[in-house]
């Protein structure tokens, strides 16, 4: 040790230094806390497009026409695991429209066409009723209507599209619009673990 | 509709129902047969035998919840379950477990015809065909570009008629195909149509058929569910009800007896729900 330096100095230093980093530590746990991502989400189980046993019904849109931004954080996603991959689908299709020339429904569900469906694997193109079909949803037209959501619902469909958040639009407004409207209480706010 | 004289029918009778009394079925109902003047029914894990006025005159617990139940010529009981089937005595309960698990995974539908014993395979997608001493003979369906039947309800439904030709329902091609009891497809009928009843509506139907006496072959639909009859040609004759069973419905098993009387199982009120002819049709 430096004779410049009594002991009193060094333990000086050193609770100075320790004040500091606890100071900083605090700072850092109040800023992740002011900045804290609770982000909102929706509950496929309440809400009305897709909540089971929710037959005849109609389509709420509200995820849509609530939303502060022009085309809404809310879309439909389509998950893969649970489709069905059905050559006449429900969601695609508006199954009570006129049969056109191709045997297909002429009219689709989605006003904005933001489905695409495709055939997969080996296509049989002599008889298109035996190929699987693959829907994929455009999320920069899909504005999350709800329309395909609740054609998709069982027992229609198998209802493996759902609504959900997509965080990278939500503006994360502590009053969201959309949970204000929500007539089911389905849109809520849900820590980082959660959504 | 074709030429052929179309039968009205009307709701005669409810049997079972929701509930927790012993003639209930508390959370599911799925497969119907009729055998002598009983009908047969399984949900929940049980087995319930009722008389034609629907009063409950047997029941035996199952080892899993059944998929099915059909009745063999010797008025023995087969239950379809996971991986199994369970066989029962009326009067004497269970005598047997089979399992085949190489082949059988979801047993949704059991058919005999001809001395041959059918399951229907709802893992596979297909229909598993054995000789009277369970020695496995062919696949129904497995030749299918789809890899099978195309199931997205999962059911795997099928009847045998008279001649041991087999019907079964493929509802994502919305079509009720005829085989041979080798595999061969002999024919088919029905195509998509969201509007007219001769069609079948929806992603997938029809979901369930039986065939009757005369070889007209009754299916049910889902999302709306209802009841027709075509006879054998395809062609449709009635739709025999499309207002009595609850909107949630799906998969609605079906037997029909010797009068004409249709059976149909509703899946979300869990009961059965007897059809009969306004004007009676006695069969041999």
Not at chain 2, 272 to 281: H, K, L, N, Q
Request: with cysteine; charged share 25%.
């Amino acid at each position: 040790m430096s004779p410049e330096h009594s002991r009193r100095e060094v333990l000086g230093h050193a609770a100075r230094g320790a004040a500091l980093a606890g100071l900083g530590g605090l700072t850092g746990l109040l800023w992740l806390k002011a900045n804290a991502t609770y982000a909102w989400s929706i509950d496929a189980t309440r809400c009305i497009d897709s909540k089971l046993g929710a037959v005849g019904v109609s389509v709420c849109e509200r995820c849509s026409t609530e939303c502060v931004l022009g085309l809404s954080a809310v879309r439909a996603v389509n998950q893969f695991t649970k489709c069905g991959r059905c050559y006449v689908c429900p969601a695609y299709f508006k199954i009570t429209s006129a049969v056109g020339p191709d045997g297909l429904p002429s009219e689709k569900v989605c006003p904005r066409d933001a489905i695409k469906r495709e055939p997969i694997g080996w296509i049989d193109r002599d008889d298109p009723a035996n190929n699987f079909y693959e829907y994929t949803i455009d999320e920069k037209l899909c504005n999350g209507c709800g329309r395909c959501v609740l054609e998709c619902k069982e027992p229609a469909g198998l209802g493996s599209i759902v609504l959900e958040v997509r965080h990278n639009a939500c503006l994360d407004c502590n009053r969201c619009a959309i949970a204000q409207a929500c007539p089911e209480d389905a849109f809520e706010r849900l820590p980082p673990a959660n959504p | 509709m074709s030429g052929a004289r179309a039968v009205e029918y009307r709701l005669a009778r409810r049997i079972g129902g929701r509930g927790f009394s012993p003639h209930q079925f508390h959370e599911a109902l799925r497969g119907v047969a009729l055998g002598g003047d009983h009908v047969f029914a399984v949900g929940d894990s049980a087995l319930k035998v009722f008389d034609t006025e629907g009063n409950l005159r047997g029941k035996w617990a199952t080892a899993f919840p059944g998929e099915c139940v059909a009745v063999d010529g010797e008025s023995r009981l087969w239950v379809g379950e996971r991986q199994q089937v369970e066989i029962f005595h009326p009067t004497n309960g269970l005598v047997d477990t089979w399992r085949d698990p190489e082949r059988l995974g979801r047993v949704t539908a059991i058919g005999f015809g001809k001395g041959d014993l059918f399951l229907a395979d709802a893992t596979a997608r297909c229909i598993r065909r054995y000789d009277a001493q369970r020695r496995f003979l062919n696949d129904i369906g497995d030749r299918h570009r789809k890899g099978g039947f195309d199931i997205p309800n999962g059911v795997v439904d099928f009847a045998v008629d008279g001649e041991g030709f087999v019907h079964v329902a493929n509802p994502g091609m919305h079509r009720v195909e005829r085989y041979s009891a080798e595999g061969a497809l002999l024919g088919h009928f029905g195509r998509f149509d969201g509007r007219d009843p001769s069609g079948f509506g929806g992603c997938c139907n029809p979901t369930n058929l039986t065939v009757d006496s005369r070889g007209r072959v009754i299916v049910s639909e889902k999302a709306a569910p209802r009841v027709k009859v075509y006879d054998p040609a395809g062609e449709l004759l009635t739709v025999v009800a499309d207002a009595a069973f609850d909107a949630g419905a799906r998969n609605m098993d079906l037997a029909v007896d010797s009068m004409g009387r249709i059976y149909v199982v509703d899946t979300a009120t869990l009961q059965i729900c007897v059809f009969s002819p306004a004007a009676p049709e006695v069969t041999a």
